[in-house]
């Protein structure tokens, strides 16, 4: 079918504003905040700060339970929770159930823990355990991550596994090479959303590494 050459014109100018608003809008989420300590072109040594994430523990093979997890997560921060509230003991006594909308944030994580996966998303720095809403679905927990040394290796391109596992070899051979020990499994972490195109994407993989395992990284 031929469009005319106005229309043409304002499909690609469409493309190229939702493009526009997508990279800015993820750019804007708050990430997780670690600092680099070595890097070597696509790889890096970084020390993760303490922070709290909501997780939830998904059965199925490593394309699938991602979406499943995300639905999850997303739903929790949507409000399918519980805000905690501290009011001052008065008469009468009424009950009402309330929601709080939390922010996005960036990435979202994976890794393989026995049988299954668990999913994550990080959690607004604002936030405490004490403050976080409560989560009414039972499969989605709150937890908080102690502070990591992670070798990392970062990537653009497609969600799927063969890719996944290609670089985790690269990242696991960097490791080697530089005397690093992995204390852990490793984590794949999203840092866009599924309409990101692929060439855009920011894709990470993270090992967890014993500190001082090595003298120098080159």
Do not use: C
């Amino acid at each position: 079918m031929n469009y005319p050459k106005v229309s043409l014109i304002f499909i690609i100018l469409m493309f190229f504003f939702a493009l526009t608003f997508a990279v800015g809008d993820a750019m804007a989420l708050e990430k997780a905040k670690y600092n680099v300590l070595e890097r070597e072109g696509n790889f890096e040594l970084r020390q993760y700060e303490p922070h709290i994430v909501a997780e939830t523990m998904v059965e199925g093979d490593f394309e699938g339970v991602g979406n499943e997890g995300f639905r999850r997560l997303f739903d929790y921060i949507s409000g399918k929770n519980r805000k905690k509230q501290s009011i001052s003991m008065t008469a009468p006594v009424t009950q009402e159930t309330k929601s709080e909308k939390i922010s996005m944030t960036a990435p979202v994580n994976q890794e393989r823990v026995g049988e299954k996966y668990r999913i994550t998303f990080l959690m607004p720095s604002e936030y405490t355990m004490e403050t976080l809403p409560e989560p009414l679905d039972t499969r989605v927990k709150l937890h908080e991550e102690p502070g990591r040394l992670m070798a990392a290796i970062r990537y653009s391109g497609t969600w799927g596994k063969s890719r996944y596992v290609e670089k985790k070899v690269r990242l696991q051979e960097w490791i080697e090479q530089n005397g690093l020990k992995p204390v852990g499994e490793s984590v794949f972490a999203r840092y866009n959303p599924p309409f990101m195109p692929w060439f855009l994407r920011r894709n990470e993989i993270l090992i967890p590494v014993e500190s001082g395992s090595r003298s120098t990284v080159k």
